[in-house]
């Protein structure tokens, strides 16, 4: 193990998406989703 990196024996959950998870893409279009609905935008039914 890398100097720096801690014990084996511990899993830790992250609470953001990285470059490359498969539910990356999805977390970012909630993000901005969120951001464009609080600027007053809303989306199109047709859209979900």
């Known amino acids: ?4 990196f ?3 024996s511990k899993c830790w959950k ?3 998406a ?5 539910i990356s893409p999805r977390l ?8 464009l609905t609080k600027l007053g935008l809303r ?6």
Not at 1 to 4: H, L, R, V
């Open 43 to 48: 989306q199109v039914p047709e859209d979900p």
């Open 1 to 4: 193990m890398p100097e720096g």
């Open 18 to 22: 990285l470059y490359g998870l498969r």
């Open 28 to 35: 970012w279009q909630q993000e901005a989703a969120g951001v």
């Open 6 to 8: 801690g014990t084996p």
């Open 14 to 16: 992250l609470r953001k």
